[in-house]
């Protein structure tokens, strides 16, 4: 048993979009909670949650790249999260110890703002707008969600994301879409939609290469941030 359960302390929230990301970021001092790529159940699961429990709620997972130096599997530690009407802080001092616990990670690692939305941004001209809108490095549907929640509740908030799909690449907007609830991919979808269109196929390939890179560099920042996601006590 960890030092963390044994002791009582609370464990770290982490909010995630996609199953495969809950799983990874599970762990000692760490519950996961995710929705599945949609921000309205997330918001809901959290408003379910009338106690936080939890000492620090963190974003943990792919991210779509805005700024076109980036690419899979780079990692991107929040500064802040951006919408159209709001800008959430992260906490400098878990940014600061995921910079270090980092170093060395193989992947490249920067500090970076990162827009939050409601719909998937998946196409070039998509994401080149809002990178001049916000000047955003990246963009996930997530991590504003769980900053709201953070700053109603007073704890910190901080988020790490990899890059899956850059700034020059467009995602099949089936592939977006093909989600169950608990944030497992809906095959079934994926295949009737390559069914109806079979051009989409040399795109999907695209997808499924990056998405590897990007899990290839969540996998090793997961196993170097150890306990707690690296939150520091308190």
Known sequence: MSAIATSGALPVLAVTGLAKEARLASGAGVRAIGAGGDPERLRALLAARHEPGCRAVVSFGIAGGLDPALVPGDVLIATAIVTPTQRYPADPAIAAAWMRALAGSGSTVREAVLAGVDAAVIDVSAKAAL??????AGVDMESHVAAAYAARHGLPFAALRIVCDP???????????ALKPDGEPDIRAVLAAIARQPGQ???????????????????????????????PAA
Do not use: E, K, N, Y
């Open 201 to 231: 196929i040399p795109a999907l390939i695209r997808l499924a290469r990056d998405s590897g890179r990007a899990f290839q560099s969540l996998t090793r920042c997961r196993a170097r941030l150890g306990t707690a996601l690296g939150v």
């Open 167 to 177: 700034a020059d690449r467009a995602i099949p907007a089936f592939a977006a879409q």
């Open 131 to 136: 990178r001049t809108a916000t000047g955003c």
